[in-house]
């Protein structure tokens, strides 16, 4: 790997760990607090934690089979964002619950978390592809 790429490289790791940290808290305290009040969208926080600590480890790990797994990873972010926020918008009351949104790291393209959830992906992709090249 170029040295360029390995410092944008250790950005986007620390990125993706920060948010799987944030991701998991999140989580934990909605499954074991409000599971009951918004089951759907709690237990997707639950699934995007998961990726988001795949994703991390995968793209720390230099070899193939962990790059392939990081592939893998964060396509499934991309995707999990762009239809469960698109989900968010058009179902609005599964994702509600006492009169107000039920905000969840990928619902409303992860507003919550300033949309970093549906950045992140995109530079994880394109960093993927330029390391490869390097």
Do not use: H, N
Not at 32 to 52: E, G, H, T, V, W
Not at 103 to 131: D, Q, R
């Amino acid at each position: 790997m170029a040295k360029k790429t390995l410092g944008i490289g250790r950005l986007l790791i620390a990125a993706y760990a920060v948010l799987a940290l944030a991701a998991t808290g999140r989580a934990g305290y909605e499954l074991a607090a409000k599971f009951d009040q918004a089951p759907l969208p709690y237990a997707l926080s639950a699934l995007s934690a998961l990726i988001y600590i795949v994703a991390t480890i995968a793209l720390a790990r230099s070899t193939s089979g962990w790059r392939k797994v990081a592939y893998v990873s964060v396509i499934i972010e991309l995707t999990g964002v762009v239809l469960i926020g698109a989900a968010s918008f058009v179902w609005p009351e599964v994702f509600t619950y006492g009169g107000k949104q039920v905000k969840t790291v990928w619902s409303f393209f992860g507003i919550a978390y300033g949309c970093v959830p549906l950045v992140l992906p995109i530079l994880g992709l394109i960093w993927l592809g330029k390391a490869k090249k390097a």
